[in-house]
């Protein structure tokens, strides 16, 4: 047999040719997964490189339910603890800051109304020694402005930083919103309430609010943006009457919009914020639904005007129920005291529309653990964006409720199991309607703050879209008007 020839220059040729197409491919196949990459979701962006960056607008929202604030409990306990000029600009990692201007209001618009006298130039106490007293009873329900003012001072210090939402910053230019620090609730009390010969047009109420306007007026933080990014607290609903039409372009923080038109104040650009609670909260609450007697409670005012006449409408219809409380009431006296005891001890509390949609009572219910069922059409609910109500509330239309036997046919309806379900969410919820000095991470204070950051974002587009035509043509050529965006607004 012949033997074969082997040619050893065609057997590296073959691999020479096999290496080449080897190497060739795996290139081809790099390259592809380098553009794919590159067409992807990028990894990681320098926020620094952003123009005006701040805190809020850089949060990664691409899961934004594992973002809001109900569902994310941070924790600060086991923070490392940083230098101060750092501290006060921290916030829990899951909160973004908003940076706040405060004007420095005269003593008599806020502190004043509590008998405090400035010492010195400074118009603001010295928190860290003494703090003025709020007027307790139903003073309290509407002291919003009280708890926020506290607590926007107080971030100056190190001791309370960990838990702010809000800084105070001293530049207006630095700030994301400018605050209004006017009691108006407490003047409305102080001044009308408590003393009611003085209802005139030149009491010291409407005296306040004319020296607001002025006020406002005068400074180039409310010229520049024509008050759009201006906080201003009027929980009262009968506080700021004089006034809310003029400042109507600012923020309110209100307790529901039952007094006010639509173009003054709605749910796009103002804040419902909770009342605080007037009854004894419910510490170390191991009731459950067989240890509740009363099945439903009302205690107070029964003839109201407005949306409160279905207040009387109801109380015929259920004042025969048994294991059903509905009867007139008030603080004076044990007033406060009956209906803690009575409101621990039920397992549904009604909250029926009032002079206006809102009132305490909702809240005293959620301090009480005791199952609110809201019947009031025009209510609006704090922080509704985030909480989900209906898992804790039971919620019945006004007309429904006059129908015979439907309330009660509705709440005997409700078994244990459901009870103690919206039982246990009323606990976890507490919190939120919590105002408290210093304040905490997760309580009504901290809550407000992170709505007003949540309207952050239109007000900057209005802003925004109000620069369009700062710069006009006259006569051919271009020119800048005098309103100009602070270097670093935004």
């Not at 010492?119 to 402005?145: C, F, M």
């Not at 004089?242 to 103002?270: C, E, Q, T, W």
């Amino acid at each position: 047999m012949a033997e074969r020839n082997f040619s050893p220059v065609g057997f590296f040729s073959r691999n020479s040719l096999l290496c080449l197409f080897t190497i060739t491919s795996i290139l081809f196949v790099l390259s592809w997964l380098s553009v794919l990459r590159s067409t992807g979701r990028p990894r990681f962006i320098d926020r620094s490189l952003l123009p005006n960056s701040k805190p809020f607008a850089v949060s990664d929202n691409s899961n934004s339910e594992s973002q809001n604030p109900i569902d994310i409990e941070p924790s600060i306990e086991n923070e490392e603890k940083e230098p101060e000029e750092e501290n006060c600009r921290k916030c829990s990692s899951n909160y973004p800051i908003l940076k706040v201007f405060m004007y420095d209001l005269p003593a008599e618009f806020h502190f004043g109304l509590l008998n405090w006298t400035p010492e010195g130039e400074s118009v603001w106490p010295d928190i860290r020694t003494k703090i003025p007293a709020y007027p307790g009873g139903l003073n309290l329900q509407h002291s919003i402005e009280y708890w926020l003012t506290l607590d926007l001072l107080s971030s100056e210090f190190p001791k309370f930083q960990n838990a702010h939402t809000a800084i105070r910053v001293h530049n207006s230019s630095e700030a994301d919103v400018v605050f209004v620090p006017f009691f108006s609730s407490l003047s409305y009390n102080h001044f009308i309430k408590m003393r009611p010969r003085r209802k005139g047009k030149n009491n010291g109420n409407n005296q306040l609010q004319d020296k607001l306007v002025k006020f406002l007026n005068a400074q180039a933080e409310w010229n520049l943006s024509e008050g759009q990014d201006h906080i201003i607290m009027a929980h009262h609903p009968n506080s700021m009457l004089d006034a809310r039409m003029k400042l109507s372009s600012s923020m309110f923080i209100l307790s529901d919009f039952g007094r006010y038109p639509p173009h003054v104040a709605n749910v796009g650009k103002d804040v419902i914020a909770p009342y605080k609670h007037v009854i004894k909260g419910f510490i170390n609450d191991t009731s459950n639904f067989d240890s509740r007697p009363t099945l439903l409670y009302f205690q107070g005012a029964i003839y109201r005007k407005d949306g409160g006449f279905i207040r009387h409408e109801l109380y015929y219809l259920l004042r025969d129920e048994k294991d059903v409380h509905f009867a007139f009431g008030n603080t004076q006296g044990d007033g406060i005291n009956k209906a803690s005891i009575g409101m621990h001890s039920s397992k549904f509390c009604l909250n029926i529309a009032g002079d206006t949609p809102s009132s305490n009572r909702l809240f005293d219910a959620i301090a009480s653990h005791c199952v609110p069922v809201i019947i009031s059409d025009e209510i609006e609910l704090p922080y509704e964006d985030v909480l989900d109500y209906s898992e804790f509330c039971i919620f019945v239309r006004t007309s429904d409720s006059l129908k015979e036997k439907f309330l009660i046919n509705l709440i005997r309806s409700i078994k244990k199991d459901e009870w103690t379900r919206m039982w246990r969410r009323l606990k976890e919820v507490e919190n939120y309607f919590e105002f408290q000095y210093p304040s905490k991470e997760g309580d009504a204070v901290q809550m407000i703050w992170q709505a007003i950051v949540r309207k952050v974002p239109s007000i900057r587009l209005k802003l925004h879209r109000s620069r369009r035509f700062a710069k006009t043509s006259v006569g051919g050529e271009r020119v800048t008007t005098s309103m100009q965006m602070p270097k670093n607004f935004w």
